[in-house]
Nanobody
Framework: QVQLVESGGGLVQAGGSLRLSCAAS????????MAWYRQAPGKQRELVAD???????NYADSVKGRFTISRDNAKNTVYLQMNALKPEDTAVYYC?????????WGQGTQVTVSS
């Protein structure tokens, strides 16, 4: 059973950068398309970006040009490079499979962007 562990979040000023990591243990992602999601207080979880096994990517309009998703299949790890961060990027960030069935959700990693 895949266990997902997100890391790399923190407090950053607007305009700053963070790099998030999501590591799988227990099993591998396999060939599944993986995604980063985020959930801000009082809001529903939303898709941020996804990446296929072969590296094709897709981004939400709100993060295009600022965020980059990547993956290392050998390491069973997915990354999210976040640049030019804005206060509205503040949320808990999670990774999981893009399509059902999802893996068990991890604890997420908090990203807080101050203005």
């Amino acid at each position: 059973q895949v266990q997902l562990v997100e890391s790399g979040g923190g407090l950053v000023q607007a305009g700053g950068s963070l790099r998030l990591s999501c590591a799988a243990s227990g099993s591998s992602f396999g060939a599944r398309t993986m995604a980063w999601y985020r959930q801000a207080p009082g809001k529903q979880r939303e898709l941020v970006a996804d990446i296929t096994y072969y590296g094709t990517t897709n981004y939400a309009d709100s993060v295009k040009g600022r965020f980059t998703i990547s993956r290392d299949n050998a390491k069973n790890t997915v990354y999210l490079q976040m640049n030019a961060l804005k206060p509205e990027d503040t949320a808990v960030y999670y990774c999981n499979a893009r399509r059902a069935p999802p893996f068990n959700w991890g604890q997420g990693t908090q990203v807080t962007v101050s203005s």
